[in-house]
């Protein structure tokens, strides 16, 4: 297993289009988690997936970020109509968990958005 | 409230020193985890910890679950060594990780 995944590293896009990111977790990780960073801030919870089901989302999100995990595995996380404040680090982390038992937590690399 | 409280928020020190970086949290947050991050890089793991201490190298975290507290220490400190520390705790109730705010370490040759 090579670790989280993210697709694609960096996308500059100009505001008003739709971008998508897409993580790829460690197999067998149930656990998936959105965070967003922004230059000398840390992590910013973005939302949180259980298997498919997605149990948790920030209040700070906009109706513009939806994500989505499918089957379990893979998850996308979709901003529609980009504007110059999304522009970020879209980080993604998996972890194997089971009730309070929680696994190491992986991070992936990071997407970074740029929004002109 | 469910918080995660670091300290101290900046830290510099001479290469060699043994360094702690503290984390206290509230009620309902059941583990914890101690995160890297060096300047413009992607976050690594270093510990998970729900009880007791882990090493790994010179690196060594521990956890008082009746204080609620934890700490990460580093050993014989190198420049290398220079990054954020974050700890973030697991929340019992869903499973959501409550971030501190960081510990920027400067470790100076």
């Known amino acids: 297993d090579t670790g989280v995944s993210q697709n694609p590293r960096h996308k500059i896009t100009k505001r008003g289009q739709n971008v998508t990111f897409r993580c790829d977790p460690i197999s067998e990780h149930n656990r998936l988690y959105w965070y967003r960073q922004t230059l000398g801030q840390g992590p910013e919870f973005l939302t949180y997936f259980q298997n498919e089901a997605q149990l948790e989302k920030s209040r700070l999100l906009s109706d513009r970020f939806s994500a989505e995990r499918p089957k379990g595995s893979f998850s996308t996380l979709e901003i529609q109509r980009t504007e110059q404040g999304d522009s970020a680090m879209y980080l993604c982390a998996s972890s194997l968990g089971v009730t309070a038992f929680t696994g190491e937590l992986f991070f992936g690399e990071g997407s970074r958005l740029t929004v002109l | 409230k469910n918080e995660v409280e670091q300290s101290p928020q900046n830290l510099t020190a001479q290469e060699g020193e043994f360094i702690t970086i503290n984390c206290s949290y509230s009620?309902?947050?059941?583990?914890l985890h101690w995160l890297q991050q060096h300047p413009g890089g992607g976050i690594v793991s270093l510990f998970m910890l729900s009880s007791g201490k882990k090493k790994h190298g010179r690196l060594i975290a521990t956890i008082n679950i009746q204080e609620k507290h934890s700490s990460l220490h580093i050993t014989a400190s190198h420049p290398r060594d220079s990054a954020v520390y974050i700890c973030?705790?697991?929340?019992?109730?869903?499973?959501?990780?409550?971030w501190g705010a960081g510990t920027k370490l400067i470790i100076k040759p």
């Open positions: 973030a705790g697991l929340m019992d109730s869903n499973y959501q990780l409550i």
């Open positions: 009620v309902g947050i059941s583990a």
